[in-house]
Nanobody, 122 residues
């Protein structure tokens, strides 16, 4: 089973940037899509973006479109989330996940990383 480890979170001022990484080990053919999700305190887990290992198909939540960019490096088995023009409302725990199909629904994803905290100060 694939294992996912996120890194790159931290504290940043509004308008700043961060890049999150998600290293995947033990990938299988079932792990077709990698998604980033976020969860703010007291709220549910929200879709941020996804990318496919093959073809690099991407999709973004409206709230991050134009500010965030998801990408993958197949040679390193790593997925990235470049976050620019960060806002206080982007503050959350960000988690990457692996799933068998393209989806924005968290329950479709089968394996999750431990999450990394992103805090944006105003």
């Amino acid at each position: 089973q694939v294992q996912l480890v996120e890194s790159g979170g931290g504290l940043v001022q509004a308008g700043g940037s961060l890049r999150l990484s998600c290293a995947a080990s033990g990938r299988s053919s079932r792990d077709k899509t990698m998604g980033w999700f976020r969860q703010a305190p007291g709220q549910g887990r929200d879709f941020v973006a996804y990318v496919t290992w093959t073809g690099g198909t991407t999709s973004y939540a409206e709230s991050v479109e134009g500010r965030f960019t998801i990408s993958r490096d197949n040679t390193k088995n790593t997925v990235y989330l470049q976050m620019n023009s960060l806002k206080p409302e982007d503050t959350a725990v960000y988690s990457c996940a692996a799933g068998p199909v393209l989806s924005t629904i968290p329950s479709v994803y089968e394996v999750w990383g431990q999450g990394t905290q992103v805090t944006v100060s105003s």
